[in-house]
């Protein structure tokens, strides 16, 4: 099963930007396409962005679209999700997992069914 460790969280003015880094803990996570999901308190996890294995192909909510850009370092087995132009309702904990499919955001699945800690994202003046 493939590991992954989020980090980059915290709180930021809304208009800022922060990076997110998704850390694989073996190589083989440059196999897998890998989704960034967010969940607000009081609200269902949902898929935000998402970043295919082979061709590095990327898909976003339209929530996001324009402000968020997700790519990955192969050489690290690391996956960013930079995030601009933040508003108060990005305000979530955010995950990275690896998933089956890319073709559509919302209906991401997680290939390994667990989860990480996430890492809290909060923006507020």
């Known amino acids: 099963q493939l590991q992954l460790v989020e980090s980059g969280g915290g709180l930021v003015q809304p208009g800022g930007s922060l990076r997110l880094s998704c850390a694989a803990s073996k190589f083989t996570g440059s196999y897998y396409a890998i989704g960034w999901f967010r969940q607000a308190p009081g609200k269902e996890r949902e898929g935000v962005s998402c970043i295919s294995s082979s061709s590095g192909s990327t898909t976003y909510a339209d929530t996001v679209k324009g402000r968020f850009t997700i790519s990955r370092d192969y050489a690290t087995n690391t996956v960013y999700l930079q995030m601009n132009s933040l508003k108060p309702e ?22 390994f069914g667990s989860w990480g800690q996430g890492t809290q994202v909060t923006v507020s003046s």
Do not use: I
Not at 95 to 111: E, G
């Open 90 to 111: 990005d305000t979530a904990v955010y995950y990275c997992s690896a998933v089956f499919s890319c073709t559509v955001v919302s209906a991401m699945t997680t290939r």
